[in-house]
């Protein structure tokens, strides 16, 4: 069954540091999504990505997050200068085709953010 | 606006018991709606999924039907197991990319 992988599992920093979080989506997903969630809480919204642009974000996506695909596989999230709020589980996560109703949005398995 | 509601957790249940997770959905339109469940450390899995009114997803002995008249997607179980252990999370599909979460219900079971 196809797969959304993500790096790091694990990644501790040290605030104000720059972090790149990694995900590979599924390959012929046309809609990916960053959501966030920290630890016990709810699963929260930060953007949404399609056609190499961001076609929706949250206001937690501030001007300190950012998102790319730099080479059509990867989607990048990158956070500039880390805040000790922004420690979290980041997920990727990927739909499909635009035209149906029942698009599934598919997980990464995440990638676990500690910033001290 | 768009939005999906789901019951406060934690339910604590004793194995076998019956199990109902309440989700209700806000739309002006129609979503397709999703359980995905989170089990610990890991990440989110669809569990199943209902695309228009009546539709009932049924996976690992969980069902949900989607009930326009009362919008409400509530999750049962017969019979749970110590297994289904886990974080529940409704989720509302709005114009094909738009998804909304509910706050998650965690449950637990005890033998």
């Known amino acids: 069954e196809p797969e959304v992988t993500q790096t790091p599992s694990h990644q501790v920093t040290q605030m104000g540091q720059e972090v790149i979080l990694r995900c590979v989506p599924i390959?012929?997903?046309?809609?990916f999504y960053w959501y966030r969630q920290i630890l016990g809480q709810k699963v929260e919204f930060l953007v949404s990505?399609?056609?190499?642009?961001?076609?929706?974000k949250s206001e937690i996506f501030d001007d300190q997050f950012s998102v790319e695909r730099p080479d059509g596989s990867n989607f990048t999230l990158k956070i500039r200068s880390t805040k000790l709020e922004d420690s979290a589980m980041y997920f990727c996560?990927?739909?499909?085709?635009?035209?149906?109703?029942?698009?599934?949005?598919?997980f990464g398995a995440g990638s676990r953010l500690t910033v001290l | 606006g768009n939005s999906v509601t789901q019951m406060e957790g934690p339910v604590t249940l004793s194995e076998e018991a019956f199990l109902t997770i309440n989700c209700t959905y806000t739309?002006?339109?129609?979503?397709?709606l999703f359980w995905y469940v989170q089990y610990p450390g890991e990440g989110l899995q669809l569990l199943l999924k209902?695309?228009?009114?009546?539709d009932k997803g049924s996976n690992k002995g969980f069902e949900a039907t989607y009930r326009k008249e009362t919008t409400s997607f509530h999750l049962e179980k017969g019979s749970v197991q110590v297994s289904d252990s886990a974080v529940y999370f409704c989720?509302?599909?709005?114009?094909?990319?738009?998804?909304?979460f509910g706050s998650g219900t965690k449950l637990n079971v005890k033998p």
């Open positions: 996560a990927t739909t499909g085709s635009t035209f149906s109703g029942a698009n599934v949005l598919t």
């Open positions: 390959s012929n997903h046309l809609y």
């Open positions: 990505f399609y056609n190499n642009e961001i076609s929706e």
């Open positions: 739309a002006t339109g129609y979503p397709s």
């Open positions: 209902a695309t228009k009114a009546d």
């Open positions: 989720a509302g599909l709005y114009n094909f990319n738009k998804f909304y």
